[in-house]
T-cell receptor, first 115, second 112 residues
């Protein structure tokens, strides 16, 4: 079974600075997807960024980028120019596609952006 | 486009009561899921469905049942509520090709 580990329960960053959230996973699969989801106090789960394991290039979405290290099974999220609205829980997730597409989540990192 | 809609948003149950959490999606997705999120934890998969008439257990299925009679609806049934089922429940859907999962707003359930 796949497991996802987020080793940082809480982090904080000053507004406009950069922060990196860590995620490691364990799998014997070669083809899979990795995700970062954001959960603000509203409880809504919002997709931040997605990475396909077969792609060597790291995914980027505006201020959000990942450092995907397939051999090390590491998938960190970098948030640049942090904004107050980035304050939320962030979950790393693993999916093996084309089967049932179910995702396995890490325990989450609570990020606080300070003014 | 409503996406994934869950009802109710909040519910308090007494031990031993039963209830159904409703979930419907209007994106014609084949795959639907129920997750629970305990305080300070990630989401754990309860049940999933890959299409109408097909359901299967996830990581934590005990105490729950599901059905999938239509593509749109995927209700979750709690038959004999227990305090251990106090949690926030999320329904989600995705299609086979586009792997992004869309989540409902969640249902906060308290069993007392």
């Amino acid at each position: 079974a796949q497991t996802v580990t987020q080793s940082q329960p809480e982090m904080s960053v000053q507004e406009a600075e950069t922060v990196t959230l860590s995620c490691t996973y364990d799998t014997s699969e070669n083809n899979y997807y990795l995700f970062w989801y954001k959960q603000p106090p509203s409880r809504q789960m919002i997709l931040v960024i997605r990475q396909e394991a077969y792609k060597q290039q790291n995914a980027t979405e505006n201020r959000f980028s990942v450092n995907f290290q397939k051999a090390a099974k590491s998938f960190s999220l970098k948030i640049s120019d942090s904004q107050l609205g980035d304050t939320a829980m962030y979950f790393c997730a693993f999916m093996k596609p084309y089967n049932n597409n179910d995702m396995r989540f890490g325990a989450g990192t609570r990020l606080t952006v300070k003014p | 486009n409503a996406g994934v809609t869950q009802t109710p948003k909040f519910r308090i149950l007494k031990i031993g009561q039963s209830m159904t959490l409703q979930c419907t999606q209007d994106m014609n997705h084949n795959y639907m899921y129920w997750y629970r999120q305990d305080p300070g934890m990630g989401l754990k998969l309860i049940y999933y469905s890959v299409g109408a008439g097909i359901t299967d257990k996830g990581e934590v299925p005990n105490g729950y049942n599901v059905s999938r009679s239509t593509t749109e609806d995927f209700p979750l049934r709690l038959e004999l509520a227990a305090p251990s089922q106090t949690s926030v429940y999320f329904c989600a859907s995705s299609d086979r090709v586009n792997t992004e999962a869309f989540f409902g707003q969640g249902t906060r359930l308290t069993v007392v």
